[in-house]
DNA sequence: TACATTCTCAACCACTTGGTTGAAGAAGCG
DNA sequence: CGCTTCTTCAACCAAGTGGTTGAGAATGTA
């Protein structure tokens, strides 16, 4: 069950209200209570959220007095931006090699080459 | 059920598997055998992880006797980055004037199903 | 001390996920 | 046509997820 981080950001961040959270973080912290504010689900669901977000490194916990207030780090966007940039540069390249017709199905005689670069 | 695209994209990459099979066809198409042969998994179970990227746009599939060959879609990785650079570079500025105002909610209520977008 | 506020833990439940195996679809070859 | 190759569909299962409610921990206040 121990995942690599990158799979546990990329999981964190592919529900909907943990991104939201994410892009309200990124303005200010905000106490749990605030976060779960807008939403119409119980404050036990926001903590747990925020705890998913936690285990990704991708929040920081405090302690207000009664309250934990939650700090984005955004050094782990890095993490994901360097793996993103590398493989979307790698296919971008690739795409721009070959000039042809990747994506359009409209070919009335379909005899596909081969795209090897030389 | 119907996620937004970027959620499926984001939950599509939580799996190293998938990860994998991106990182390969960042440089070359693949079929699904040849994209199986590391795994030590069924056919099957690759089949369906190719499903799931499917869905999330990230591949897509053509036909070749009958071979199904995947190919690498570069342009979803533009909406990850996207979104990424925003609040990446948000929370960027927020730690360079590193004033920290909490407990500053504004008033936004932003949906839960939306993501916080111009 | 007693109480209010803020948040988390624990148990439960419906649904999804990632794997399995077996059968079947689709295309080429004898 | 029947047989082989490559791939997907279907049913099943264990484990994970996201929600719920109820109890309780942690802290500040009267």
Redesign the interface.
Known sequence: MP??Q???V??A?????R??M??????????VG?LA????ISLQAVSRHLRVLGDAGLVTRTR?AQRR?VH?E?EV??L??K??????R???E??RRLDAV??EMDDATPD?QE??AP
Request: proline residues 8%.
């Open positions: 995942q690599d990158l799979s546990r990329f999981s961040l592919a529900d909907p209200t991104r939201d994410v892009a309200r973080l990124a303005a200010t912290d905000a106490t605030e504010a807008p939403y119409d207000q207030p984005l955004a966007f890095d994901m931006t793996w993103l940039e590398r493989y979307r790698e296919a971008d690739r795409y990747l994506g596909p795209d090897h």
